[in-house]
C-alpha cells in the first residue's frame, strides 16, 4: 500500500511538472516609501536550460499605476549556477547594483504594508477569471474583487488583457466600485492571470494587487510577476 501511495504521488508531481514546466520567478515585496508615494519589488529565478540566473526591479509611482522614471532595472548573469540553485544570488546583485533607486524614492525596505491577501493554492490563473473577497480590519474594510480576463489569437498570435472590478464596503455602510489595471494593455503569450497577493499601504488606503502570470514558453509556462495598484 506504502509503495502505491509514494507512485501515485510520483505521478501528480510529474503531470504537474509537464503541465507548467518553465521558469518560476519568486516574488520579493521591497516595501513603500516613506511618504506611502512608491512601491517597490523584486522577482528572481534561473532560466531552464542554461541555469542563468537573473532578476528585476520594479519601482512604482502608486497614484499613477505606472512605474517612476527608470524605475524599471534588469540583470542577467552570463554564468550558468549548480542545478539547484534557485537564482537569489541575482537578486543581491540587482539590489546592491541599484541601491540608489530606493533612496532616491525615499524607499525603506523595513517600511511594509499589511498583508490583506494571500493565495495559498498553487494552481494558475483561471482563463475564465476569478473572485475573491477579502478585508481589512485596521480600517474597517471590505472587499470584493473580480478579475476579469480577455484574450485574443492562439499560439503565437496569444494576447491578453484584464482588469479587476473592485467593490469597497466602509464601516459605515458606505460603499465604492473601482477598477483597478488598464484593459487596454494587451500583453502577449499571457495565458493567465491570477491574484496573488493584496497589500494595504502603511499610511493610507492605496493597494497593491500582486498578479500571477503565465507566459506561453517552449517547454510549458513562464511564471512571473507584475503589480497593479489603486490609490483612491
Known amino acids: 500500500m506504502l509503495k502505491k501511495i509514494f507512485f501515485l504521488a510520483a505521478v501528480v508531481v510529474r503531470c504537474g511538472a509537464v503541465l ?96 490583506l491577501y494571500v493565495a495559498l493554492d498553487a494552481e494558475g490563473g483561471n482563463p475564465q477569471g476569478e473572485r475573491i473577497d477579502f478585508r481589512d480590519f485596521e480600517r474597517g474594510f471590505s472587499y470584493q474583487a473580480r478579475l476579469v480576463p480577455s484574450a485574443e489569437g492562439t499560439g503565437a498570435g496569444l494576447k491578453s488583457s484584464f482588469y479587476i472590478d473592485l467593490e469597497r464596503n466602509g464601516p459605515a455602510g458606505d460603499r465604492k466600485s473601482f477598477t483597478v489595471g488598464n484593459p487596454g494593455v494587451r500583453r502577449p503569450l499571457i495565458a493567465t492571470y491570477k491574484i496573488k497577493r493584496v497589500i494595504a499601504s502603511p499610511l493610507d488606503n492605496s493597494l497593491i494587487f500582486v498578479i500571477e502570470t503565465r507566459k506561453q514558453a517552449a517547454n510549458g509556462y513562464d511564471v512571473r510577476y507584475m503589480i497593479e495598484t489603486l490609490h483612491p
Open 20 to 115: 507548467w514546466a518553465g521558469d518560476t520567478a519568486s516574488f520579493v515585496d521591497l516595501g513603500f516609501s516613506r511618504d506611502g508615494a512608491v512601491y517597490m519589488f523584486a522577482q528572481y529565478g534561473v532560466v531552464l536550460g542554461t541555469l542563468k540566473p537573473w532578476a528585476e526591479l520594479y519601482a512604482v509611482d502608486i497614484a499613477k499605476n505606472d512605474f517612476v522614471s527608470g524605475g524599471k532595472l534588469s540583470y542577467s548573469s552570463v554564468n550558468s549556477l549548480n542545478a539547484g540553485n534557485d537564482g537569489i544570488g541575482a537578486f543581491y546583485r540587482i539590489i546592491a547594483q541599484n541601491s540608489v533607486l530606493a533612496d532616491r524614492h525615499g524607499v525603506d525596505f523595513l517600511h511594509q504594508g499589511q498583508p
